[in-house]
C-alpha cells in the first residue's frame, strides 16, 4: 500500500520557469510533510518541510503548499535552474510522540533544460 | 558537522553469500534509520532505531535481514544468505528524534548509501 504517491515520475522545465512537483497522501495520520532531494550516487538531502497547522512554507526559490482537505502537497521552485536536476522525494510522517516514521514517495526526476 | 558515514559505497556478491553494511549516524541523532531504496523506486523503511532500541522493523524480511545498534550509535546491517531482489542501495540516516514535533526533529540526514549487486 503505497501512502504517499507522486504520479509523475519526470518533469522537464525550461531555465527561468516554474517547477511544480505534486505528492499525494493517503494516510489522514500523516502531519509532517518534507521534500528531499537526491543527486546520482548521493544520499537524499532534506530541502523543505511543513507541519500540517500550516498550508504555505516558503524557503528562497522553493515554496511547498499543503491541502490537507485534498490530502495533497506540491513543491514549487522559482526560476528553475539547471542545479536543481535532481530526483525530489516527498515524504511524510505523523507525530508519534517519541519518534517519528518517515514514509517516502516513489520520486519525480526533474530536468531544468538550459 | 560531520555527516552519517556508511561503508562500503560498493558491494557485489553472489546469491546465497552474506553481507554487512556499516552506519555510524551524525553525534547526539539518537533516531537511526535504514532505508532499501530499489532502482526507480522510493526508499522504503528497514528498521528504525531509538537509542539502541528498536521502534519498527515491520519490513525488515528478519528470515534473512539482521540489525543492530549497539550502544546507542553505531549500526550495522546483515543480509544473509543474500537473494537477487536484494540488489538495490542501502540508505543510512539519522535524526534528532524524540519529541519535537515541528521542530524538525523528524528532518532525516542521509549517508550516501551502500550499493548491493547480487548475482
Known amino acids: 500500500d503505497q501512502q504517499v504517491k507522486q504520479n509523475s515520475p519526470s518533469l522537464s522545465v ?91 514517495g516513489t520520486g519525480t526526476k526533474l530536468q531544468v533544460i538550459p | 558537522e560531520a555527516g552519517v558515514a556508511q561503508s562500503p559505497r560498493y558491494k557485489i556478491i553472489e546469491k546465497r553469500q552474506s553481507v554487512a553494511f556499516w552506519c555510524n549516524p551524525i553525534s547526539g541523532h539518537a533516531t537511526l534509520y535504514w532505508y532499501q531504496q530499489i532502482l526507480g523506486q522510493g526508499p522504503k523503511l528497514l528498521i528504525q532505531f531509538q537509542n539502541n532500541g528498536v521502534v519498527d522493523d515491520s519490513q525488515l524480511p528478519k528470515d534473512r535481514f539482521s540489525a543492530e545498534r549497539l550502544k546507542g550509535v553505531d549500526s550495522t546491517l546483515k543480509i544473509q544468505p543474500a537473494k537477487l531482489e536484494d540488489s538495490a542501495v542501502y540508505l543510512c540516516a539519522s535524526s534528532l528524534g524524540g519529541l519535537g514535533y515541528g521542530s524538525g526533529a523528524n528532518v532525516l540526514t542521509f549517508g550516501a548509501g551502500s550499493r548491493l549487486t547480487v548475482l
Not at chain 1, 511544480?20 to 548521493?42: Q, R, V
Not at chain 1, 544520499?43 to 504555505?56: A, C, N
Open chain 1, 14 to 104: 525550461q531555465e527561468g520557469r516554474i517547477s511544480i512537483l505534486n505528492c499525494d497522501y493517503t494516510n489522514s495520520m500523516f502531519d509532517y510533510f518534507l521534500w528531499y532531494k537526491k543527486y546520482p550516487a548521493e544520499g537524499p538531502t532534506f530541502l523543505i518541510s511543513i507541519s500540517s497547522i500550516k498550508d504555505k512554507n516558503e524557503d528562497g526559490r522553493f515554496t511547498v503548499f499543503l491541502n490537507k482537505s485534498a490530502k495533497h502537497l506540491s513543491l514549487h521552485i522559482v526560476p528553475s535552474q539547471p542545479g536543481d536536476s535532481a530526483v525530489y522525494f516527498c515524504a511524510a510522517s505523523p507525530y508519534s510522540g517519541g519518534y517519528q516514521k518517515v514514509t517516502f
